[in-house]
């Protein structure tokens, strides 16, 4: 599977972006997509993900109420909206597919390229 990431910017503190995670190749069919960001000097670091079905998902604690995981299934495309982003959301965003389709695991199997988010104060 091949994942395409997009929709990064340069955006100021509250404002809004929406990832999305367009996969080639395959469907998400039985897998979980996840998102993580790297911040320079950082670790890569879990942010969301969902399953294939949109039935479950999981976020790191440092976005919930301000980030939503989706999946349109039809577009082959998860999306990641995030709201009332804060300078220390910088970072850049990669999507990936954990083949064991569990949200719970955040261990993804296979990555794609990322997208760069920077907010500034």
């Known amino acids: 599977v091949q994942l395409q990431a997009s929709g990064g910017g340069l955006v100021q503190a509250g404002d809004s972006l929406r990832l999305s995670c367009a996969a080639s190749g395959r469907t998400f069919s039985g897998y979980a997509v996840d998102w993580f960001r790297q911040a320079p000097g950082r670790e890569r670091e879990f942010v969301a993900a969902i399953n294939w079905s949109g039935s479950r998902n999981s976020y790191a604690d440092s976005v919930k109420e301000r980030f939503t995981i989706s999946i349109d299934s039809a577009k082959n495309t998860v999306y990641l909206q995030m709201n009332s982003l804060k300078p220390e959301d910088t970072g850049v965003y990669f999507c990936?597919?954990?083949?064991?389709?569990?949200?719970?695991?955040?261990?993804?199997?296979?990555w794609g390229q990322g997208t760069q988010v920077t907010v500034s104060s």
């Open positions: 990936a597919v954990d083949s064991s389709g569990l949200v719970s695991r955040r261990s993804p199997s296979y």
